[in-house]
């Protein structure tokens, strides 16, 4: 089994910087996309951002309400992957979730929550205004 832990969540002024982590432990873990979704109280878990490993070609995405404030990055050897939150504002509270996939070939989209296996507990972020 692999078990993902969040790191790093907290509260912040709006535009400030939050940075989170992800470590993944557990069986021999050889997911390809490892991302970030969140969730705000009454709304639905989004997509935010994720990253495929090196071997896949180490592509990033993001959702377009984070992109050029967010980046997305993975160490593999440390089986982590990080998320830089700048600029925050307001409507990015919410609770954040790790995940990753389980590494077998599938045509489900990255954005697509049914694409992962494996998930975290989640860390929360709140950025007052």
């Known amino acids: 089994q692999v078990q993902l832990v969040e790191s790093g969540g907290g509260l912040v002024q709006a535009g400030g910087s939050l940075r989170l982590s992800c470590a993944a432990s557990?069986?021999?873990?050889?997911?390809?996309?490892m991302g970030w979704f969140r969730q705000a109280p009454g709304r639905k878990r989004e997509f935010v951002a994720a990253?495929?490993?090196?071997?896949?070609?180490?592509?990033?995405y993001y959702a377009d309400s984070v992109k050029g404030r967010f980046t997305i990055s993975r160490d593999n050897a440390k089986n982590t992957v990080y998320l830089q939150m700048n600029s925050l504002k307001p409507e990015d509270t919410a609770v954040y979730y790790c995940?990753?996939?389980?590494?077998?070939?599938?045509?489900?989209?990255?954005?697509?929550?049914?694409?992962?296996?494996?998930w975290g507990q989640g860390t929360q972020v709140t950025v007052s205004s």
């Open positions: 990253i495929r490993s090196s071997g896949s070609g180490g592509s990033t």
């Open positions: 995940a990753a996939d389980s590494g077998e070939a599938t045509i489900v989209a990255v954005t697509t929550a049914r694409r992962y296996d494996y």
């Open positions: 557990g069986r021999t873990f050889r997911s390809s996309v």
